[in-house]
Structure formats: C-alpha cells, structure tokens
T-cell receptor, first 111, second 116 residues
Framework: RKEVEQDPGPFNVPEGATVAFNCTYS??????FFWYRQDCRKEPKLLMS???SGNEDGRFTAQLNRASQYISLLIRDSKLSDSATYLC????????????FGSGTRLQVQP | DARVTQTPRHKVTEMGQEVTMRCQPI?????VFWYRQTMMQGLELLAY????????DSGMPKDRFSAEMPDATLATLKIQPSEPRDSAVYFC??????????????FGEGSRLTVL
C-alpha cells in the first residue's frame, strides 16, 4: 500500500463548478500536510499548507481528518486556470523523513 | 528572484552511458532533495540532504545511482551505467527546515532524461 494515496482522476468539471479531492495517508506519525500544484510539464509548487482546524485561501479550502487519516482540498468556482495536477504531501516531523508525495489528482476545468 | 537551477534541462543518451545532473539550490536553504517523476510512479524520493549530509537515500538504486553535495551551492546526481528504465524527469528541490520544519520545497524545472 502506498504511503499517500490519491484518486488519479481526471476530474473533468465545467467552469464555476465546485470540486473536491481527497487523499489518504497510511503513516499515523505524519504531522504536516500540504497541497502542491503541478502544471503540465512544469515543476510542483506549494499551493497551501493544511492545518488541523482547516484553512481557506480564497477559493481553496483544505481540511484534515487525523482520525481517518485523510486530507481534502475543495475548489469553489473553478477557473480554467485551475486545470492542473494536485499533489497531496505529508511529512513526519522526526527530521529524517522527507516529504512524501501522492501521485496526484488531475483536474481539467472545461469552458 | 531566487530559484533552484538544474542542468541539463534535457538529456538524450544511449544505454550504458554515464549521466550527471546538477542542481544549484537556493542560497541559504539547508535541505536538498532529488526526486524522480514518471507517469507510472509519480514523484519518488531518491535522496535527501540536510546541511550537505545525506539523510535518506533509501529510494535510490545504489548500484548505479549516486548523489553528492560537494559544496553548499552544488548537488549532483549521477547514473552509471544508465538504462532505459531510468528515463524520467529528475527534479531537484531545496528548502529551509528548522525546529518543527517547513513544508515548502522549491523545485527546479527538472532534467528530462531519455535513455535509448
């Protein structure tokens, strides 16, 4: 079983739609959580951190459920420019482990 | 605008040849990572350095891959001999960790390797 699992998609949604992605992680020692965004043939970039109480950044909302070991990302009012792959990332805060990336969920927003 | 710089951007080589990829992390960052990305496997960690010391290279095939940081401004990833299954995009990333750590990694644009 992979440490971080995501539905690969693609999620095809019309502009203006609300879309949500989930991600599950297997290591209960994971302490830090993030969503990265990767455009086609580009490098990943940090989208947002995920805090225990949930957090929002404009149209994006991230939630963490430690009991069930999953993280979610909600995108409201989808734009064409949101089309990308969204990578779920977890980190153990023991120092020796690097960030572990999920394989990503591809989103295609259509006009 | 500080950025991670990787060379070469593209490399096509024949099986059996040596390949060296280079990375200049962002000045002041104390952690450097090498990731490999393929369609099938996604992003896989190959090696991880903190303050130039290797912390984790368990994801790296030791018989043919080697990663080093000869100084704070240069990280290298070498494959010798290369094989077709090594074809992938190799990303270098750097970050600054302290105390509880930070999750933001800054990635280079990647080195796209094709081994024929």
């Amino acid at each position: 079983r992979k440490e971080v699992e995501q539905d690969p998609g693609p999620f095809n949604v019309p502009e203006g739609a609300t879309v949500a992605f989930n991600c599950t992680y297997s290591n209960s020692a994971s302490q830090s959580f993030f969503w990265y965004r990767q455009d086609c043939r580009k490098e990943p970039k940090l989208l947002m951190s995920v805090y225990s109480s949930g957090n929002e950044d404009g149209r994006f909302t991230a939630q963490l459920n430690r009991a069930s070991q999953y993280i979610s990302l909600l995108i409201r009012d989808s734009k064409l420019s949101d089309s990308a792959t969204y990578l779920c990332v977890v980190k153990e805060d023991t120092g020796r482990r690097a960030l572990t990336f999920g394989s990503g969920t591809r989103l295609q927003v259509q006009p | 605008d500080a950025r991670v710089t990787q060379t070469p951007r593209h490399k096509v080589t024949e099986m059996g040849q040596e390949v060296t990829m280079r990375c200049q992390p962002i000045l002041g960052h104390n952690t450097v990572f090498w990731y490999r990305q393929t369609m099938m496997q996604g992003l896989e960690l190959l090696a991880y350095f903190r303050n130039r010391a290797p912390l984790d290279d368990s994801g790296m095939p030791k018989d043919r891959f080697s990663a080093e940081m000869p100084d704070a401004t240069l990280a290298t990833l070498k494959i010798q001999p290369s094989e077709p299954r090594d074809s992938a995009v190799y990303f270098c990333a750097s970050g600054q960790t302290s105390g509880t750590g930070t999750g933001e990694l800054f990635f280079g644009e990647g080195s796209r390797l094709t081994v024929l």
